[in-house]
């Protein structure tokens, strides 16, 4: 189960890097110096004081002082594993991705998450999980950074400041840890109600997983494919746990987070040491790229709407299997950076305007949190393709790179066969029309229906299932402090289904209201309970 050293097509990739056991007869400064004593700094007498010019000393203390390096903005909590991806060859009609192409085999890493808490806190706390893959294809690195939630809180990625905002701890109190339990989450929820999807999911059983091998991943947002031809499709990503999706009861995630802090990152590590490497199917659903960018009247650039899978079946395209542990949980699950930016030919974004801000966000997060723009040659991040880029210096960069002109055309470095022509197997933007005004600030689709998809989300849910989201409501909004913040996400509630809202209204001892809109008249249909459900386990 060790990780590719070669990709499919015979490149060499430098990963595992050699590791450095730091074992030997003796110990040596970082300089090279051999050493007689690391207990006892050097002293004037043996009562002290202690010498500053004692350099060893210097440089243990130093060095230690700056181990840590800031935890990521959002997902800070996370365990990683590595893998291979065989794709069965299902998307060869509809990408020219290489990777996915039948039979082909592609290493992976993929660091699971929750989203709130700080890297310290506890696994089994009600939150979104983060699900990001990084494929190390031929072509370059393809990132796939997703959640196991397939609806997201906003539209737009300049709320994506405020949403975070919201749901971290007050920033008096620090308080609560990655929990929805308090005012200023339900005051962001109730009042820009786009977020009454995601939040309903989140109070739904899939907020709490029973482990990460048992999670679903989205892509969420809805992607472009391109195919040798040119043409176009547009797409959603699926991952499908080979051993069903299955969660916690809210009463088993309380006691783990007591018992056993690292419940989710034991039972992942603690898997695949014992050879059961988890499994997870991707899947696409694909629909047909119109000018309108919609299907069946669902507006596809936006991320708080799902396409139900009986309009849009899933077609499996490959396997994705975990089988090594990180070496060093630092240098792999820490320092890695995806990118919903890293793309291959073949994969293309859309004007989504949620994904739009994330192309920008997180190089621009990993320059502060990897002190600099020179992180993709960290092992964990290279990619397993031949680089030739014009990048230079900057801090932390560890290439010594030769040639005296880092532009093209040049004449003095050998020119530049990469403008000779050809574009074969390149990465090319996908040309897409735009509306003809521009600096539009509002959106001019139709964003606007909050609630009709939850209630069909509620209502596809088995009648225990709908309990624990009734509790869950209980329970969360029952920490709230401001009874106008629970009042205004009753009146959500109302909007969305009113059995639910009473019930809730009940446990939180106050009136229910009537619903401000037209409650959406929807009976549960197959393909949401398949949403909705558990997946069965294969
Ligand atoms: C990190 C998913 C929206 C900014 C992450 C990670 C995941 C993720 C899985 C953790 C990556 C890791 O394990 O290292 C998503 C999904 C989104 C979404 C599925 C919506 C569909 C956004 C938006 C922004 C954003 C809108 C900003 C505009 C960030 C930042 C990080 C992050 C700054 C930290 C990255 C790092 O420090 O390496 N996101 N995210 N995300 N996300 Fe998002």
Request: overall charge negative; hydrophobic content about 40%; charged content about 20%.
């Amino acid at each position: 189960g060790a990780p590719e050293t070669r990709t499919p097509t015979g490149v060499p990739t430098d990963y595992p890097p050699e590791t450095v056991g730091q074992q030997g007869a003796y110990l040596t400064t970082a300089q090279g110096a051999r050493l007689t004593d690391t207990d006892h700094s050097l002293k004037a007498g043996p009562r002290g004081p202690v010498l500053l010019q004692d350099h060893h000393l210097r440089e243990k203390i130093t060095h230690f002082d700056h181990e840590r390096i800031p935890e990521r903005v959002v997902h800070a909590r996370g365990a990683a594993a590595h893998g291979v991806f065989v794709a069965n060859g299902a998307a060869e009609s509809v990408t020219k991705a290489g990777f996915l192409k039948r039979g082909v085999t592609t290493p992976v890493f993929v660091r699971f998450s929750t989203v709130l808490g700080s890297r310290g806190s506890a696994d089994t706390v009600r939150d979104t999980r983060g699900f990001a893959t990084k494929f190390y294809t031929d072509e370059g690195v393809y990132d796939l950074v997703g959640n196991n939630i397939p609806v997201f809180f906003i539209q737009d990625a300049i709320k994506f400041p405020d949403i975070i905002h919201a749901g971290k701890p007050h920033p008096d109190r620090e308080i609560p840890q990655a929990q929805s339990a308090h005012d200023t989450f339900w005051d962001f929820v109730s009042l820009h109600t786009e977020a009454q999807a995601h939040a309903m999911w989140n109070m739904s059983d899939r907020g709490i997983p029973r482990s990460y091998r048992m999670m679903q991943g989205f892509g969420v947002h809805t992607f472009r494919l391109v195919n040798d031809a040119g043409e176009t499709v547009l797409v959603k990503f699926h991952w499908r746990p080979k051993l069903g999706t299955h969660s916690l009861t809210w009463e088993e995630a309380q006691l783990a987070s007591g018992k056993d802090p690292d419940f989710h990152r034991r039972d992942l590590a603690d898997a695949i040491e014992a050879g059961a490497f988890p499994q997870w199917d991707l899947a696409l659903q694909v629909m047909p790229d119109t000018p309108e960018e919609t299907f069946e009247g669902i507006d596809l650039l936006d991320p708080t709407k799902i396409v139900p899978e009986e309009l849009a079946p899933l077609q499996v395209i490959g396997t994705m299997t975990l089988n090594a542990n990180p070496t060093n949980f630092f240098a792999e699950t820490e320092q890695v950076a995806f990118h919903p930016g890293h793309l291959v030919p073949g994969i293309d974004v859309t004007n989504d305007a949620l994904l739009q801000g994330r192309l920008f966000s997180y190089i621009d997060t990993q320059i502060t949190r990897l002190g600099g723009p020179n992180f993709a040659q960290l092992p964990i991040n290279r990619p397993h393709a031949p680089i030739n880029d014009m990048l230079r210096d900057g801090m932390h960069q560890t290439a010594v790179h030769a040639g005296v002109a880092p532009y093209k055309p040049n004449s003095l470095d050998g020119g530049c066969p990469f403008f000779a022509g050809a574009d074969e197997g390149a990465f090319i933007d996908i040309p897409v029309t735009v509306s003809e005004s521009v600096k539009e600030r509002a959106d001019s689709r139709s964003f606007d229906d909050h609630f009709s998809q939850v209630t069909l989300f509620y209502r596809s849910l088995t009648p225990i299932e709908q309990q624990h989201v009734a509790e869950a409501y209980a329970f969360e909004l029952g920490k709230c402090y401001e009874q106008a913040v629970k009042e205004r996400q009753l009146q959500a509630l109302a909007n969305i289904d009113a059995d639910l809202c009473a019930t809730v209204a009940a446990a939180l001892g106050l009136p229910a209201p009537a619903p401000t809109v037209e409650v959406a008249d929807v009976e549960p249909s197959p393909a949401l309970r398949q949403v909705g459900e558990q997946w069965p386990a294969e």
